[in-house]
């Protein structure tokens, strides 16, 4: 019989933060311990005790007035967790057919349970995807990347066109919404105006218009053609990242 040691409580909560950072982190910024904290749910002063923990254990970098990072051991540690939730939401959504709002919450529950056997495994029953349901890459079993070609939306210049390729936010509040708009992976859009002073953005998708705010604009990523005058009816329908992930 094979026996797997379970994770306790305290290292299922290190790998829940380390998860976040990786997540907040993503642009090259330090995380606050605010953003840390309503990532992972709980109170600042929660927050900031267990970033303290962390860096205690060197896997988390603090500086006053900055904010907290990943260490190089972070990093690897947090990059194993991205890649089991990720093949998680796979499984749940291709295999079982739960919903892209479900199978966040449902992988952050069974994470925990996934040991390198399991992942394995699992890994290969799905012919090693490289993205996960959101679009976002599932790093290498040496935890290096996939290549994204893409571009964040609201670094686009109006005019440009092209396909989602990735979504990159958890919150399952925006995912449903944007999913309600019919914003998916996959879908064709043209990019139509920027409002100035960080105002909505304006896009075309088939023949519905959508404004997005800023914050929403941020998490959605272009496969893009190009730069070009909008053209009266239809269209049809690349950057990479310094880690290229957060998902999920």
Not at 4 to 12: D, F, G, L, S, V
Not at 172 to 196: D, F, H, K, M, W
Not at 205 to 231: D, F, W, Y
Request: aromatic share 4%; proline share 5%.
């Amino acid at each position: 019989m094979v026996k797997m040691a379970p994770q306790n409580e305290r290292e299922r909560s290190v790998d829940l933060y380390l998860h976040a950072l990786f997540l907040l982190t993503d642009q090259g910024k330090p995380a606050d311990t605010g953003d840390v904290a309503a990532r992972v749910g709980v109170s600042p002063a929660a927050a900031s005790r267990m970033l303290r923990n962390l860096a205690g254990k060197k896997l988390v970098s603090l500086e006053a007035y900055k904010g907290a990072e990943l260490t190089r051991g972070g990093m690897n540690r947090a990059v194993r967790v991205v890649r089991r939730h990720r093949l998680l939401e796979v499984f749940l959504h291709k295999v079982m057919g739960f919903n892209l709002r479900e199978t966040h919450e449902r992988a952050l529950l069974m994470q925990a349970t996934v040991d390198e056997a399991f992942e394995e495994k699992l890994d290969e029953f799905l012919d090693r995807p490289t993205v996960d349901p959101h679009g976002c890459p599932i790093p290498s079993k040496d935890v290096s990347w996939p290549r994204m070609v893409d571009s964040v939306l609201a670094k686009l210049p109006t005019g440009s066109s092209g396909r989602i390729s990735r979504i990159t936010s958890e919150d399952t509040e925006v995912l449903g919404y944007l999913r309600n708009q019919g914003l998916r992976v996959g879908v064709s859009i043209v990019l139509e105006s920027v409002a100035p002073f960080d105002g909505p953005i304006t896009l075309r998708l088939a023949r519905k218009t959508i404004h997005l705010g800023r914050r929403l604009a941020q998490v959605i990523h272009i496969e893009h053609n190009s730069t070009r005058t909008m053209p009266k009816s239809g269209t049809k329908r690349a950057v990479t990242t310094r880690k290229s992930k957060a998902k999920n």
